[in-house]
């Protein structure tokens, strides 16, 4: 699975992708979430803080709930700011 | 037409080719955004946008898809830039094109509020007082709101 970062979580972490295997137990993006934050303690509170943090999994918006078994690409970031 | 572009573009010239020859076309409608030289007291050097390459392309395609299924536009053109910009430049060109005014103005409303709240872009400022990232504006997210009201009342 390709993770993705942008703008200051790809400043914060260092980096713009990585491309991990996710345990058997990674169900979930909230589930991805917790299993990235150990990986990254940098940025493990702003992972956790609600509503910071957007995602989307294979290039759809996605919520905390969605599932990631399955995802080629799953991206985080914050709201966006384009126009 | 989708258009997402690191290059510098001429929102005229876009204008001008825009649904060119197309006699059936009564009304076009446009909106350029540009990169301003200050936030509030602070003074902006230049502005970065960052995107998301692959799903960018997917959301303004569906954001133009939207437009289309609400209004009889006869033609739609998004230019939006990516990379480093100075103040003045233009980041953003939304063009509609209509037999009569409201749809083409109402559309290019829609296509513009959406787009800010819907495409993956981040803006980086570069100010006096160091870079920053612009973080999502409250008004933004009601504007965006407004017409999903409409398309569910």
Redesign the interface.
Known sequence: MKI?Y???L?QRTGLAEEELEPPAEVHTVADLKRWLADRHPRFAETLAAPGVVRC?VD?EYAEDDTPVGGAREV?F??????? | MIRVTGDPFDPAAEIAAFAAGRTDVGGIASFVGRVRDRAGEVRIRAMTLEHYPGMTERKLAEIEEEARRRWPLLDCLVIHRYGRMEPGEPIVLVATASAHRAAALEACTFLIDWLKTKAPFWKLEETDRGARWVEAKASDDAAAARWEERATG
């Open positions: 993705r942008f703008a200051w790809r989307a290039q991206a970031f914050p709201p966006v700011t384009g126009g």
